[in-house]
């Protein structure tokens, strides 16, 4: 999931498809729908690794492409100050062509090594997409399966950011991709601080944004705690216990703390 995509509660049952969106959920503190947040908070990658798996052409035959792009949402990143740090020999010189946006060269990866390359500036991304190659024999050579890893900034790892296996391609030559939309890092719905007594499990659907059709069933939501106001009576000078309590997904580590009672 990208940024700007939501997910919003219905009650159990729900069919995301079919769902009556006025019927979602309200719970006190509980944004709903609730959206991921907008690209500068999430994670930053200064480099990237692309390894082409397939051709058009069959397994073992040579990839080839005019250009490589990669997207944050709606916007095309910048790729021409890209550098290849990672290429084997003969590659280095046409993967700097793939990032340059010039549709006058192209890349063909005969081993299908793939290479790595570096940004001047971290970006956050969450699309690949690619240019075909020129002239009616370069249709073999239209990469089909393929995966993406990055590294986030102050990191050497590598994470996994996609891995295609079946990319549509245009048969028109150079022409671009569809963008294969990925998750550029970590997905987090900051869900605030449910409050009340509204524990239960929900359906969650999800949207491509906020305000977009909620047809695409997410999962399921399991919202614990204890079931409405339950009033607990000891006398002084007595053995008190407090119990037993209601509750959902309650368990024997769980405490209970006596406060001072303030009348509104």
């Known amino acids: 999931s990208r940024a700007g995509t939501a ?3 219905f009650p159990e049952g729900t069919v995301c498809k079919n769902s009556d969106l006025a019927h979602a959920v309200e719970l006190p503190g509980l944004p709903n729908p609730t959206a991921v947040p907008a690209a500068p908070n999430a994670t930053l990658f200064g480099r990237f690794r692309f390894r082409p798996l397939r051709a058009h052409g069959g397994p073992g035959k040579p990839i080839g492409f005019t250009d490589i792009h990669l997207w944050s949402g709606a916007v095309r990143i910048d790729l021409r100050d890209a ?3 990672s290429a084997s020999p003969g590659l280095a010189e046409a993967a700097r062509g793939a990032l340059d946006g010039n549709a006058s060269t192209e890349l063909l990866d005969e081993g299908l090594v793939g290479f790595e390359f570096e940004l001047e500036r971290p970006v956050w991304a969450d699309g690949l ?3 075909t190659g020129s002239g009616e024999a370069s249709a073999v050579r239209d990469p089909v399966a393929f995966s993406l ?3 986030p900034v102050g990191s050497r790892a590598w994470l996994p950011l996609v891995r295609a296996t079946a990319l549509e391609v245009p048969r028109e030559r150079g022409m671009e991709t569809e963008v294969v939309r990925f998750n550029g890092g970590r997905t987090t ?3 605030g601080v449910p409050i009340g007594h509204d524990v239960g499990r929900y359906h969650l659907c999800w949207a491509s ?3 977009g059709s909620f047809a695409v069933e997410a999962g399921s939501l399991l919202l614990t705690g204890l079931i409405g106001i339950q009033d607990q009576w000891c006398f002084a000078g007595t053995s008190c216990e ?3 309590v209601a509750g959902l997904g309650l368990s024997p580590a769980d405490r209970v703390l006596a406060v001072a009672h303030f009348e509104p």
């Open 7 to 9: 997910l919003k509660v």
């Open 83 to 85: 550098s290849v740090t």
């Open 129 to 131: 997409s690619f240019v």
């Open 149 to 151: 890893e990055a590294s």
């Open 189 to 191: 719905y900051p869900l």
């Open 209 to 211: 944004r906020v305000d």
């Open 242 to 244: 407090l119990g037993p």
